[in-house]
């Protein structure tokens, strides 16, 4: 059973893209997983953030060996909603697939969440579920068996786990953006990424301007993705590895204020996790242009 999976066949109405800074081998698997997963003319967007190692070399081969592919490359490191935001201010598909350089996708993933996406105009944003996603939640998270050890056996499991239950799907209150589908209705109505957020809550605001705008947020709850858990921190130098970890502490607490200030939340209230966030709170307001919409950004000049 499932020993000749088909390729998920994807047009030009459709950008895949992921972001990286550093961890060549990780970022490599995770390209080779959409070309095991798929196939067309879909527009491939690999953002380089000013990685340290040879990242930059591998999405270049990626380009010499798939002509649909664009390439953006920092000078400096803009982290993930830098990355994010240059993908979503220029990607050409209708349906935007981004996918970080840690995550690795199979056919029935793909096949899940464009079957959802596609379901209903309403549907904004489609996530799928993984091995680990750091909201902590039961309904995304999802144990993998120890004898998965390679990607025909990821493949196989992705393809048991959809098979039975294909299609099925519960509202999400709040996004996680690890790995998501956002369609081009979403960003023509809201614009992309508040450049106010940098690093983190990036995707928690445009999770709530998309819910705003009457849109919905999507869990495709039989569409699942290899996570490599710590794996952008795990191949560091020990002393590196705690640097980047203290970095991240500090974005959080940065970003978590700004947060606040933005959705009127007291300001003293700590970060207790995502649970303790009023979600629906938040995203019940009417749509305001002024206040909801956010203008992309240019990042031509980073192009390749």
Request: charge should be negative.
């Amino acid at each position: 059973m499932f020993n000749n999976i088909e390729k998920v066949h994807l047009g030009d109405d459709v950008t895949i893209a992921m972001s990286a800074y550093g961890n060549y081998q990780t970022t490599k698997y995770a390209i080779d997983a959409i070309f095991c997963s798929t196939q067309g003319d879909f527009e491939l967007m690999l953002v380089n953030d000013c990685s340290p190692d040879d990242t930059l070399s591998l999405f270049l081969d990626t380009r010499d060996k798939y002509p649909h592919t664009k390439i953006i490359s920092f000078d400096k490191n803009l982290e993930y909603s830098g990355s994010l935001n240059a993908i979503l201010s220029h990607a050409a598909g209708d349906w935007i697939l981004f996918l970080s350089n840690d995550i690795f996708i199979t056919p029935a993933y793909l096949r899940e969440i464009f079957h959802i996406a596609r379901s209903n105009e309403e549907f904004g944003i489609v996530r799928g579920v993984s091995n680990f996603v750091d909201n902590g939640l039961k309904t995304h998270n999802k144990a993998i068996p120890d004898t998965i050890n390679d990607w025909k056996g990821l493949s196989q499991f992705a393809e048991t786990i959809s098979s039975a239950f294909s299609g099925e799907y519960i509202f999400d209150r709040f996004l996680t953006g690890d790995a998501f589908l956002i369609s081009r209705r979403v960003l023509d109505t809201i614009g992309t990424l508040d450049p106010l957020f940098y690093g983190y809550f990036a995707d928690h605001d445009i999770g709530i301007r998309t819910r705003i705008a009457g849109y919905k947020l999507v869990l495709a709850q039989r569409a699942f993705a290899l996570h490599m858990q710590s794996a952008n921190f795990e191949y560091l130098p020990e002393r590196e590895k705690q640097i980047k970890l203290e970095l991240r502490f500090m974005r959080v607490c940065e970003n978590w204020a700004r947060f606040k200030l933005k959705y009127g939340l007291p300001i003293d209230q700590p970060y207790r996790g995502v649970a303790d966030i009023p979600w629906d709170q938040l995203s019940s307001v009417n749509f305001n242009i002024a206040k909801h919409y956010c203008r992309p950004g240019d990042y031509t000049k980073y192009f390749l």
